[in-house]
């Protein structure tokens, strides 16, 4: 609707105008311009010592607030490096076993090795110690261990402060022969001495660049809140000159970054056969996948209509490194591009089974989403194997999915739910109807 602007009295006042000679219409005009600046002027000079009150007051707001931020950032910093130099004085004063624990680390004793220099005799240590492990099967294994012949001891350790492991290799006088904390694990938080709780969840001993001297592999799981851990993965060479070990950073950030952390199979698999799902995370186009063996699921692959993002065709598929199955979905548009990669697999070790994929819209936005329905084996606490089923859910947004967090922690996964009873209960949980409404999925 149109508002009419201007009363009565201003539409004669305009009439008046018009009946005027247009001279003195020129000569009414300048004097109206000039009684409106005046009118500004005036009310500029008024509210001047105000408007100058009200911005010097602000700009000693925002210096004070710089100020303080800049202050509060050199007190962290100072305290930063207070905690480093404190952490690194005691760490440094480790000279022998018993030190350890005098100087704040508590030792994680399930994982102490005997270390050979040579991989062969590693091995045969190890071999050795399983074979004891079996004829004494009410024997401790800690006392096992301390009793196998061996140039050192490996002690992990982990600091009580600031919850970062250290490595201690003692030799057969007690006295330490080397130590490192040079780990992704002490890095899971940057720019902080405190790091999450964590566990050591699995070391191995393995030649991994083909010189025939132990090298070492570590898990450790690191405590990200609300009951989710995380793994990082780590690898130590042993230098041929000496007893010294190295990290390649690099290796580090690979073996995390694309998931190859879950176990320490797959860390071997990547640093010494040179096996990586690195291309899973990187690949543009389905055709790229291919090339490196990825395997297509081709009885759950089907073509979908998804709003805006046009048709797409949905390629579930696994890539095997070492003995696991590792589980990925992707959509592909029609020239083969790669559009989306989901990873419902999430931190379990391999795709046991794929229950099904349904694609329907889920939280009643008008947008079809995905479902993924699959059984999934790992290692459990006490290392042995576990099949478990999960389901997880995607949203379709503008231009992409995002993964559901919230369903899961009301309607947790069962070993009896199917496809419709999880889609019925997703769409419950949003209030919507919990028929099974197939038209939806084409």
Same mark, same amino acid.
């Given at each position: 609707?149109?508002? #009419?602007?201007?009363?009565?009295?201003?539409?004669?006042?305009?009439?008046?105008?018009?009946?005027?000679?247009?001279?003195?219409?020129?000569?009414?005009?300048?004097?109206?311009?000039?009684?409106?600046?005046? !009118?500004?002027?005036?009310?500029?000079?008024?509210?001047?010592?105000?408007?100058?009150?009200?911005?010097?007051?602000?700009?000693?707001?925002?210096?004070?607030?710089?100020?303080?931020?800049?202050?509060?950032?050199?007190?962290?910093?100072? @305290?930063?490096?207070?905690?480093?130099?404190?952490?690194? $004085?005691?760490? !440094?004063?480790?000279? /022998?076993?018993?030190?350890?624990?005098?100087?704040?680390?508590?030792?994680?004793?399930?994982?102490?090795?005997?270390?050979?220099?040579?991989?062969?005799?590693?091995?045969? %240590?190890?071999?050795?110690?399983?074979? *004891?492990?079996?004829?004494?099967?009410?024997?401790?294994?800690?006392?096992?261990?301390?009793?196998?012949? $061996?140039?050192?001891?490996?002690?992990?350790?982990?600091?009580?402060?600031?919850?970062?492991? !250290?490595?201690?290799?003692?030799?057969?006088?007690?006295?330490?022969?080397?130590?490192?904390?040079?780990?992704?694990?002490?890095?899971?938080?940057?720019?902080? %001495?405190?790091?999450?709780?964590?566990?050591?969840?699995?070391?191995?001993?393995?030649?991994?660049?083909?010189?025939?001297?132990?090298?070492?592999?570590?898990?450790?799981?690191?405590?990200?809140?609300?009951?989710?851990?995380?793994?990082?993965?780590?690898?130590?060479? *042993?230098?041929?000159?000496?007893?010294?070990?190295?990290?390649?950073?690099?290796?580090?950030?690979?073996?995390?970054?694309?998931?190859?952390?879950?176990?320490?199979?797959?860390?071997?698999?990547?640093?010494?056969?040179? +096996?990586?799902?690195?291309?899973?995370?990187? $690949?543009?186009?389905?055709?790229? &996948?291919?090339?490196? @063996?990825?395997?297509?699921?081709?009885?759950?692959? /089907?073509?979908?209509?998804?709003?805006?993002?046009?048709?797409?065709?949905?390629?579930?598929?696994?890539?095997?490194?070492?003995?696991?199955?590792?589980?990925?979905?992707?959509?592909?548009?029609?020239?083969? +591009?790669?559009?989306?990669? &989901?990873?419902?697999?999430?931190?379990?070790? @391999?795709?046991?089974?794929?229950?099904?994929?349904?694609?329907?819209?889920?939280?009643?936005?008008?947008?079809?989403?995905?479902?993924?329905?699959?059984?999934?084996?790992?290692?459990?606490?006490?290392?042995?194997? !576990?099949?478990?089923?999960?389901?997880?859910?995607? +949203?379709? #947004?503008?231009?992409?999915?995002?993964?559901?967090?919230?369903?899961?922690?009301?309607?947790?996964?069962?070993?009896?739910?199917?496809?419709?009873?999880?889609?019925?209960?997703? #769409?419950?949980?949003?209030?919507?109807?919990?028929?099974?409404?197939?038209?939806?999925?084409?």
């Amino acid at each position: 609707m149109k508002v #009419r602007s201007g009363s009565t009295g201003e539409k004669k006042g305009q009439a008046y105008e018009m009946m005027l000679p247009q001279r003195k219409i020129q000569r009414r005009q300048p004097c109206r311009q000039k009684a409106k600046l005046i !009118a500004v002027l005036c009310t500029v000079a008024l509210l001047a010592p105000c408007l100058s009150a009200a911005a010097t007051e602000t700009g000693t707001i925002q210096n004070n607030t710089a100020e303080a931020d800049a202050m509060q950032a050199v007190r962290e910093t100072d @305290n930063i490096r207070a905690q480093y130099e404190e952490y690194n $004085a005691r760490f !440094a004063a480790v000279e /022998h076993r018993n030190d350890i624990t005098e100087k704040g680390f508590e030792i994680v004793d399930i994982h102490i090795f005997p270390v050979q220099y040579e991989i062969d005799r590693q091995k045969e %240590m190890e071999t050795e110690l399983v074979r *004891q492990m079996k004829a004494e099967p009410e024997a401790d294994v800690k006392d096992l261990k301390m009793n196998m012949e $061996a140039p050192m001891l490996m002690i992990p350790a982990y600091d009580k402060t600031y919850h970062r492991l !250290a490595l201690f290799f003692v030799d057969q006088e007690d006295r330490i022969v080397y130590k490192t904390d040079r780990f992704e694990t002490n890095s899971c938080v940057l720019g902080q %001495m405190q790091q999450p709780m964590q566990d050591l969840v699995s070391v191995a001993f393995q030649d991994l660049n083909g010189d025939s001297l132990t090298d070492i592999l570590l898990i450790t799981s690191c405590d990200v809140g609300e009951g989710k851990k995380y793994r990082i993965g780590d690898v130590l060479f *042993q230098d041929t000159e000496g007893l010294i070990f190295y990290r390649d950073y690099r290796i580090s950030d690979k073996i995390n970054r694309f998931g190859m952390n879950q176990n320490t199979d797959s860390i071997t698999a990547f640093v010494r056969d040179g +096996y990586s799902t690195e291309f899973l995370y990187t $690949a543009v186009t389905l055709s790229e &996948l291919l090339q490196h @063996n990825f395997q297509i699921i081709t009885e759950q692959c /089907h073509t979908r209509t998804f709003g805006k993002l046009g048709k797409l065709q949905v390629v579930p598929g696994t890539y095997r490194i070492a003995d696991y199955d590792v589980f990925m979905v992707y959509l592909v548009n029609e020239q083969d +591009y790669i559009l989306s990669a &989901l990873q419902p697999m999430g931190d379990y070790d @391999n795709l046991y089974a794929l229950k099904g994929i349904n694609c329907r819209d889920i939280d009643g936005d008008g947008l079809k989403d995905i479902i993924v329905l699959a059984r999934y084996s790992y290692e459990d606490e006490e290392h042995k194997l !576990a099949v478990v089923s999960d389901y997880s859910i995607y +949203y379709q #947004r503008t231009g992409g999915f995002s993964v559901d967090t919230e369903i899961k922690k009301q309607y947790p996964c069962s070993e009896e739910d199917t496809m419709q009873s999880v889609v019925e209960k997703a #769409r419950a949980y949003w209030g919507w109807k919990t028929e099974d409404d197939t038209d939806i999925d084409r």
